[in-house]
């Protein structure tokens, strides 16, 4: 693959494309994991399949169309859930459903043939064009810039959200801001593994780097790498063997955080074992 990345225009896009999208997601997923915000992070990611359709119907770019529906998506989700109108799993539940029945909806009000929505579906990270890069980098360089400015902040909003208020912290604006950049981060995500698979992408390395260290800042930057190279190894396994490759990075993801949970288990139960005999020699 490394011989074919000097060849081809393609895969280099893909290899980007996974890179950057790595930096938004290791960032932001880490904040997801602690606030416990991964189901409605999943509602915003397919409530942005309606804009994928409408896209396609008013004929603009279907990616511009999920930004949109994302950002809306994440605003709609934050005011009734601070408002506490209804629980939030129901509202979550609502724009889920209500995302995806407009994109099928748009596009069946299409004329002609169907188009393939494959790629925004599962992901197409080997279709990746120059239009998709600059949006990538453009999302991951807001994401990384907004949570760099407001680290502290962010700090004491995720420790502590009454306390943070105390402290002064606008923690309402923190939280719709927090909303948005997942959305940001979706919209970058979903040529790479697709809308179906992104939750994958934006939790398992943040998870995985929460099984390393404790540290917030440490998680993030091991979140980000390990995206990065479950991204680089999963692009490489699917073209060496001709599979999808979003489904491969997914797979990937969920195998090294298997693999650290294991590993890390197993040497706390060998920790426990050695300490047997020096309590064995204490007890009375």
């Known amino acids: 693959m490394f011989e074919a990345l000097f060849q081809y225009q393609f895969l280099r896009n893909a290899l980007f ?17 602690e606030k416990k915000l991964v189901m409605m992070s ?21 990616i511009l169309g999920a930004f949109l529906f994302s950002v809306l998506a994440a605003v709609g989700i934050g005011y009734v859930k601070r408002k506490g109108g209804t629980r939030s799993d129901v509202i ?4 889920w459903s209500l995302g ?13 043939y169907p188009p393939d929505l ?25 994401v990384a810039l907004v949570v760099a400015m407001f680290y502290n902040d962010w700090k004491a909003y995720l420790f502590d959200e009454e306390f943070a208020a105390i402290l002064g912290v606008r923690t309402a604006v923190l939280e719709y801001l927090l909303l948005i950049l997942v959305a940001m981060t979706i919209v970058a995500l979903i040529r790479v593994v697709g809308i179906i698979l992104v939750m994958a992408l934006l939790t398992a390395p943040a998870a995985t780097a929460g099984l390393l260290t404790g540290n917030l800042k440490r998680r993030m930057l091991y979140a980000v790498l390990i995206g990065a190279l ?6 490489w396994v699917s073209y060496a ?40 020699e204490g007890a009375p």
Request: with cysteine; aromatic share 8%.
């Open 230 to 235: 479950c991204c680089t190894a999963g692009l």
């Open 17 to 33: 494309s996974g890179l950057l999208a790595s930096v938004a997601c290791g960032i932001v997923g880490v904040i997801v994991i």
């Open 118 to 142: 494959t790629s925004y579906l599962f992901g197409g990270i080997l279709s990746v064009t120059r239009t998709d890069l600059t949006m990538a980098l453009a999302l991951s360089a807001i």
């Open 92 to 95: 979550v539940g609502l724009f």
């Open 100 to 112: 995806m029945a407009l994109g099928v909806l748009f596009i069946g009000l299409m004329p002609g």
């Open 42 to 62: 999943g509602g915003i990611a397919h409530t942005s399949y309606g804009g994928v359709g409408l896209g396609y119907l008013l004929g603009f770019e279907p």
């Open 241 to 280: 063997l001709d599979i999808a490759s979003g489904a491969s990075i997914v797979v990937l993801c969920a195998a090294c955080y298997f693999a650290v949970f294991g590993v890390r288990a197993l040497m706390e139960k060998l920790g426990q074992r050695g300490l047997r005999p020096d309590e064995a």
